[in-house]
């Protein structure tokens, strides 16, 4: 069973910067694309960064420039660098990744989000 689990949030003063992670376990093939969601209260699902293997990354307007997304193969993992950080940006924050279980079968999951709060 593929798993997603997500750290790294937290409360935060604006300005400040938090630092996601994202890492997938149990049995698949590969990674394609890993991405990071965010969902305010009362508001749709957010697509804020994605990134695909060995793909170039790209981002929503909302964040570009103040946040990095990467991702390291090796640990199966993928991360958020929040800089910046506004008030603007409480949320739950959840990482995406589409994953290859088989040559028959591609599936996307979901980690099980993480609160960040920025608020002084």
């Known amino acids: 069973q593929v798993q997603l689990a997500e750290s790294g949030g937290g409360l935060v003063q604006p300005g400040g910067s938090l630092r996601l992670s994202c890492a997938a376990s149990?049995?698949?093939?590969?990674?394609?694309?890993m991405g990071w969601y965010r969902q305010a209260p009362g508001k749709e699902r957010e697509l804020l960064a994605g990134?695909?293997?060995?793909?170039?990354?790209n981002y929503a307007d909302s964040v570009k420039g103040r946040f990095t997304i990467s991702r390291d193969n090796a640990k199966n993992a993928v991360y958020l660098q929040m800089n910046s950080l506004k008030p603007e940006d409480t949320a739950l924050y959840y990482c995406?990744?589409?994953?290859?279980?088989?040559?028959?079968?591609?599936?996307?999951?979901w980690g099980q989000g993480t609160q960040v709060t920025v608020s002084s």
């Open positions: 995406n990744a589409r994953i290859r279980i088989n040559f028959f079968r591609t599936d996307d999951y």
């Open positions: 990134i695909a293997n060995g793909g170039t990354p």
């Open positions: 149990g049995s698949f093939f590969s990674i394609n694309a």
